[in-house]
């Protein structure tokens, strides 16, 4: 596996719609960019180089984001960005890997599966990652996409592989809890 750089970026969200938001709202992403494994050429086995570099990756990232939040972890999910000369099926057979997304898991203390998205793009593409909380995936508080965009990345034959975590839900979250609305009809 070639690495080219590594990504790490957290935000901080203080106000929301001129509110204070208590806790402070954390979102951590920590990525790797790499080589694209598979030349631009219709491969049929995917599984087998993701299964043998999945565990590596998910070790360069996953730990990373956790330490990044510097919270508890509440939310979490990933992403892949593939350069054009790949296939979202490149990306998908990296991050949905369970020798990479266990290492995110286990980091994160969480026991749901990690929501997740890919797709091609350009340099500069933005990539939209969905959270969900990492024990319960109905809890609608934590229901978020984030969005990362790295300004050379990804470039045509290379592949972004994202982690990002949240210390809590939505800021300023405040929809019912799910199927709380179908008791009170």
Same mark, same amino acid.
């Given at each position: 596996?070639?690495?080219?750089?590594?990504?790490?970026?957290?935000?901080? /969200?203080?106000?929301?719609?001129?509110?204070?938001?208590?806790? @402070?709202?954390?979102?951590?992403?920590?990525? @790797?960019?790499?080589?694209?494994?598979?030349?631009?050429?219709?491969?049929?086995?995917?599984? /087998?180089?993701?299964?043998?570099?999945?565990?590596?990756?998910?070790?360069?990232?996953?730990?990373?984001?956790?330490?990044?939040? =510097?919270?508890?972890?509440?939310?979490?999910?990933?992403?892949? &960005?593939? +350069?054009?000369? +790949?296939?979202?099926?490149?990306?998908?057979?990296?991050?949905?890997?369970?020798?990479? =997304?266990?290492?995110?898991? /286990?980091?994160?203390?969480? /026991?749901?599966? &990690?929501?997740?998205?890919?797709? @091609?793009? %350009?340099?500069?593409?933005?990539?939209?990652?969905?959270?969900?909380?990492?024990?319960?995936?109905?809890?609608?508080?934590?229901?978020?996409?984030?969005?990362?965009? %790295?300004?050379?990345? !990804?470039? !045509?034959?290379?592949?972004?592989?994202?982690?990002?975590?949240?210390?809590?839900? *939505?800021?300023?979250? *405040?929809?019912?809890?799910? =199927?709380?609305?179908?008791?009170?009809?």
């Amino acid at each position: 596996m070639r690495v080219r750089k590594l990504i790490r970026h957290l935000e901080e /969200t203080r106000l929301e719609n001129g509110r204070a938001v208590q806790p @402070v709202h954390r979102v951590a992403f920590a990525g @790797v960019v790499i080589e694209n494994p598979y030349p631009s050429e219709y491969v049929q086995d995917l599984v /087998t180089l993701a299964d043998e570099i999945g565990q590596e990756i998910g070790e360069l990232v996953g730990p990373a984001c956790v330490e990044l939040l =510097g919270a508890e972890v509440e939310a979490f999910g990933k992403a892949a &960005l593939v +350069g054009i000369d +790949g296939e979202v099926e490149h990306g998908s057979a990296l991050i949905h890997n369970l020798r990479f =997304g266990n290492v995110f898991r /286990t980091a994160a203390g969480g /026991t749901e599966l &990690l929501p997740a998205a890919e797709k @091609v793009g %350009v340099p500069g593409s933005p990539i939209d990652i969905p959270l969900k909380h990492k024990l319960d995936s109905k809890t609608r508080s934590h229901h978020q996409t984030v969005t990362l965009q %790295v300004a050379d990345v !990804p470039r !045509p034959r290379e592949i972004l592989v994202v982690c990002a975590a949240s210390n809590t839900g *939505r800021p300023l979250a *405040r929809l019912a809890a799910f =199927g709380a609305e179908l008791k009170s009809n």
